[in-house]
């Protein structure tokens, strides 16, 4: 059976090898502040967006509309339900809805992943 891995492993170095592990415990070399100056001269981190706090936001949203349909509309009884239920199913299986719904799932995706998964890299 041939080899998952089709690249061939370089053969081991010993030289290095050995190298590596007499020296593995030295200092670490001076720089005299060259690291703390690279560091303070890189541009300062930018503020990732936060899909944790975008979704919380959702939910908190979502929380306060139910609540206040039930705080001006009543507690629908279940029979209004039903029928309200078929009836929305009902709008929401026509093709312009269906377009216009899997516009909105790419428009979502796309402003999430930023397009990474979408457009190849040139």
Known sequence: MESPDL???PAP??????????????????????????????PPA???FSRTRFCLAGLAAGLV????GLAWGGVP??????SE???????LLTSPA????G??????????CGGRRLLPRL
């Open 77 to 82: 009884s279940l029979a209004t339900l039903d």
């Open 65 to 68: 509309v139910a609540l206040a």
């Open 13 to 42: 170095d010993d030289a290095a090898d050995t190298w590596l592990r007499a020296n593995h415990s030295l200092p670490p070399l001076p720089d005299a502040g060259f690291s703390r100056r690279v560091l303070a001269a890189l």
């Open 46 to 48: 930018r503020r990732r």
């Open 103 to 112: 516009v909105a799932a790419i428009s979502v995706w796309y402003a999430l």
């Open 98 to 101: 269906l377009g216009a719904l």
């Open 7 to 9: 690249n061939p492993s």
């Open 85 to 91: 239920l078929t009836e929305s199913t009902g709008r």
